[in-house]
Nanobody, 124 residues
Framework: QVQLVESGGGLVQPGGSLRLSCAAS????????IGWFRQVSGKEREGVAC????????HYTDSVKGRFTISRDNAKSTVYLQMYSLKPEDTAVYYC?????????????????WGRGTQVTVSS
């Protein structure tokens, strides 16, 4: 069974930075595309960034372009989401998801393996 564990969330002031990690166990990430999603209570889960298994192609939602960077270390079976210039509207529970996709997508329904999430709160 595929397992994903997110870490790195916390409370940060506006303008601050955080790095989220998504560690995989019981499988290697080489053949999986990975997506980072976030969800605020009462709202739909939103795709934030993703990285493809095939060629490392990345995609970002417009609101995080230039501020967030997704990367992967297949040797460590870990995917990272580096977040800079955080804003209060970035506050959410952040999830990572994995699936065998040639090209990653921001649609949550395309992913079958999910972590439990990590809370990110941006507040002064």
């Amino acid at each position: 069974q595929v397992q994903l564990v997110e870490s790195g969330g916390g409370l940060v002031q506006p303008g601050g930075s955080l790095r989220l990690s998504c560690a995989a166990s019981r499988f290697t990430l080489d053949h999986y595309s990975i997506g980072w999603f976030r969800q605020v209570s009462g709202k739909e889960r939103e795709g934030v960034a993703c990285i493809s298994s095939s060629d490392g192609w990345t995609h970002y939602t417009d609101s995080v372009k230039g501020r967030f960077t997704i990367s992967r270390d297949n040797a460590k079976s870990t995917v990272y989401l580096q977040m800079y210039s955080l804003k209060p509207e970035d506050t959410a529970v952040y999830y990572c998801a994995a699936d065998i996709l040639y090209r990653c997508t921001s649609g949550p329904r395309q992913y079958t393996n999910w972590g439990r999430g990590t809370q990110v709160t941006v507040s002064s």
